[in-house]
């Protein structure tokens, strides 16, 4: 069992930054590929970034790339999210996931743990 919390989330002005933490309990988070969603009222849940278990590999929306940042620290069981040039449509409720590979936590299959989210609004 793994426990994922979100943490970092705020009011920020459009074109600045914010870093989102999500911490995971289980001595088992090392094995996990880890992703970042977000949500905004009204809408689907949508894939942000995602990371290998090594950190070796990532991918990113077309709406993120060059913005974003996903990074993990596996001795601190901890994901993170780096997000610079923010715009107001980045506005929304934002979950980490884990899962067993990247290529299918990219495409929200089979996620086996969600976080509670952290809300990010981004004012114009």
């Known amino acids: 069992q793994v426990q994922l919390v979100e943490s970092g989330g705020g009011l920020v002005q459009a074109g600045g930054s914010l870093r989102l933490s999500c911490a995971g309990s289980?001595?088992?988070?090392?094995?996990?590929?880890m992703g970042w969603f977000r949500q905004a009222p009204g809408k689907e849940r949508e894939f942000v970034a995602a990371i290998s278990w090594n950190g070796g590999s990532t991918y990113y929306t077309d709406s993120v790339k060059g913005r974003f940042t996903i990074s993990r620290d596996n001795a601190k069981n901890t994901v993170y999210l780096q997000m610079n040039i923010l715009k107001p449509e980045d506005t929304a409720v934002y979950y980490c996931?884990?899962?067993?590979?990247?290529?299918?936590?990219?495409?929200?299959?089979?996620?086996?743990?969600w976080g509670q989210g952290t809300q990010v609004t981004v004012s114009s």
């Open positions: 289980g001595r088992t988070f090392s094995g996990y590929a």
């Open positions: 996931a884990a899962g067993g590979r990247l290529e299918t936590v990219k495409q929200k299959i089979d996620i086996l743990y």
